[in-house]
């Protein structure tokens, strides 16, 4: 499906461009800037837009009379398109980022999904729904296991790991190590298959969510692997990234708090997951791991929720870290949310399908 901005005008359109050259601007302001383009066009049309745009939640509204001003809103950054490709243009060091951690991010991490985006992930669940129950429990078992091997390899490819997706299915299925591989790769990919068995096995728990429990995901996930467990007490550095996380347990700690409440205070189950999934990332509350226990909690909450999980077996991992670098950087998360349905989309018609041979 084509994704966007909750329903806006060509006008509209020509207001959040003009407002997004930065600082603010007075009504006459942006009437003269969109006259250009649109010559013919009223003060009463304009103001009737950015009466629009307001309620939309896309652009504020500042002082009063003739002294006031418009400007866009932090939720207007969260969600609004971004050429993907014209951003990675620019090297690491030449991008205009935020570096550092912003605190203000859970007053506007909401409203992720348009009401069309909501209607057309509920119209794929209710497929999946009616597919479950169209096959029997043995074909189920055998479609959560198939699930099973490839998150398990696409999770672990996207942390580094060389295992091949017919290696992984052999682990998996004989508990046969590949040649040729270390072991930490065949402890990390046994430990997301202990780990989605775990949250399917206890997936009423995962309605609400808390620290605890995404620390529970966690160690399960990092067994073997020489990682400490619990809340990180040093710096972390990301690769690609001139974004630097929260370097004290305290702010961790809170901030992983406040988004525990962010999720549980949501009411849409794939907003939910969404959310839990890049603020784990975001704030890497872990010495290692960040990532792949966010992909988790993730499913997590959508397994919570009667939801179809997601392999991620058709992402290509390159642009999976574009996404999640796009939201520490500019705390953007369209490129995310894009990635998040196509990934959908593809579970569900993939996964769990009646008369599979």
Same mark, same amino acid.
């Given at each position: 499906m084509k994704l966007g901005l909750n329903k806006v005008n060509n006008r509209q359109?020509?207001?959040l461009k003009i407002l997004e050259k930065g600082g603010s601007f007075l009504i006459v302001e942006i009437l003269e800037e969109i006259k250009?383009?649109?010559?013919?066009?009223?003060?009463?049309?304009?103001?009737r837009d950015l009466n629009e745009l307001i309620k939309l939640g896309l652009i504020i509204r500042k002082g009063k009379g003739r002294a006031t001003l418009y400007d866009v809103s932090k939720h207007y950054v969260l969600i609004k398109p971004v050429d993907i490709n014209d951003y990675f243009k620019k090297e690491i060091d030449k991008r205009a980022v935020k570096q550092r951690f912003n605190f203000e991010i859970f007053s506007f991490l909401k409203d992720i999904f348009t009401g069309e985006e909501k209607a057309y992930l509920k119209r794929l669940n209710e497929q999946y729904l009616a597919n479950v129950k169209n096959i029997s429990p043995d074909v189920q078992k055998k479609e959560f296991e198939r699930l099973v091997i490839e998150l398990s390899w696409k999770s672990s490819q996207i942390e580094g790991n060389t295992y091949t997706l017919l290696e992984t299915e052999t682990l998996i299925k004989e508990n046969k190590e590949a040649k040729g591989h270390k072991k930490e790769e065949a402890a990390m990919i046994m430990n997301h298959k202990k780990a989605l068995e775990y949250i399917r096995s206890n997936k009423s728990n995962f309605k609400t969510i808390s620290v605890a429990k995404i620390?529970?995901?966690? !160690? %399960?996930?990092?067994?073997?692997?020489?990682?400490?467990?619990g809340l990180r007490k040093s710096v972390v550095g990301i690769v690609g990234t001139a974004?630097?996380?929260?370097?004290?347990?305290?702010?961790?700690?809170? !901030? %992983?708090?406040?988004?525990c409440k962010l999720v549980?205070?949501?009411?849409?189950?794939?907003a939910k997951a969404i959310i839990l999934s890049v603020m784990i990332a975001y704030i890497q509350p872990f010495e290692d791991g960040n990532k792949r226990t966010s992909r988790m909690a993730s499913n997590a909450i959508l397994m919570a929720h009667n939801i179809c999980p997601l392999s991620y077996r058709s992402v290509d991992e390159a642009e999976y870290k574009k996404a999640v670098i796009l939201f520490y950087e500019q705390n953007n998360l369209s490129y995310f949310k894009q990635l998040f349905i196509e990934q959908f989309e593809f579970a569900v018609n993939n996964y769990f399908q009646p008369f599979r041979k």
């Open positions: 359109e020509e207001i250009k383009n649109i010559p013919d066009i009223a003060k009463i049309t304009i103001n620390e529970d995901i966690h !160690s %399960l996930l990092i067994k073997s692997l020489k990682i400490s467990k974004y630097k996380p929260l370097d004290n347990i305290f702010q961790i700690k809170e !901030s %992983l708090e406040k988004t549980n205070d949501e009411k849409n189950p794939f």
